[in-house]
């Protein structure tokens, strides 16, 4: 995809979310890779509202080289980049249900999301969750790259989802489906669940990862 196309779906897919309650106020940055660097979200921006020639222009190096200054959670996205080769794009939304597994107690911070349905295992995977650290800071970054690539979706504590994928479309997907699920798991909380089997997981991985 040339970047003015990419610069589109991503004004384009960023106010989808905002409009359907992903994110609010300027909560929220996504980032995709293009050739010679990545578009980042400017900080401060309202995923509503972002305008194609204003989003933020990084090179290999993510050095700022051109539109407004990008998100300050860049050290976040670089994390996921690096340590999973073949990532095209990240979204860290603040979307409710996600969050609020991310301040539960009873959260597993190595398995956040169990396996409830068959698109979040197939769209997903396995979700892990970093401790606190104050938004933008750089040891969030360190803590992502501490899981050596092993989770596309991270759950940053007390604060959100950041969901990884090959492109642009599919992080947005998963994202997707990790609040959905993430939601069912909240409604879901009082009651007794049903997961999907060891067999049911392997059968998923084995045809759809
Ligand atoms: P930015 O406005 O710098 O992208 O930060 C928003 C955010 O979601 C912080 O986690």
């Known amino acids: 995809m040339d970047e003015a196309t990419l610069r589109s779906e991503m004004v384009r897919l960023a106010k989808s979310l905002f409009d359907r309650g992903f994110s609010?106020?300027?909560?929220?940055?996504?980032?995709?890779?293009?050739?010679?660097?990545?578009?980042?979200?400017?900080?401060?921006?309202?995923?509503?509202?972002?305008d194609p020639d204003?989003?933020?222009?990084?090179?290999?190096?993510?050095?700022?080289?051109?539109g407004d200054k990008p998100s300050k959670e860049v050290f976040l996205h670089r994390a996921f980049y690096k340590t999973r080769p073949g990532t095209g794009a990240v979204v860290h939304l603040h979307s409710t249900y996600a969050t609020a597994l991310s301040c539960l107690e009873t959260t597993d911070p190595d398995d956040c999301i169990p396996p409830l349905t068959p698109y979040v295992v197939m769209r997903v995977g396995t979700v892990k969750m970093v401790p606190y650290a104050t938004p933008g800071d750089p040891k969030t970054g360190d803590l992502i790259r501490a899981l050596n690539g092993d989770c596309a979706a991270v759950l940053l504590g007390n604060h959100g989802p950041v969901v990884s994928g090959q492109d642009l479309l599919s992080a947005v997907y998963a994202a997707e489906e990790l609040e959905e699920t993430a939601k069912l798991l909240v409604i879901l909380k009082q009651t007794r669940k049903r997961y999907l089997s060891d067999e049911d997981v392997a059968e998923l991985k084995a045809r759809f990862s």
Not at 27 to 47: E, H, K, Q, R
């Open 54 to 66: 204003r989003i933020s222009r990084l090179d290999a190096d993510w050095n700022h080289i051109g």
């Open 24 to 50: 609010v106020g300027s909560a929220g940055n996504i980032s995709a890779a293009v050739d010679g660097g990545f578009l980042m979200t400017p900080t401060n921006s309202s995923l509503g509202n972002l």
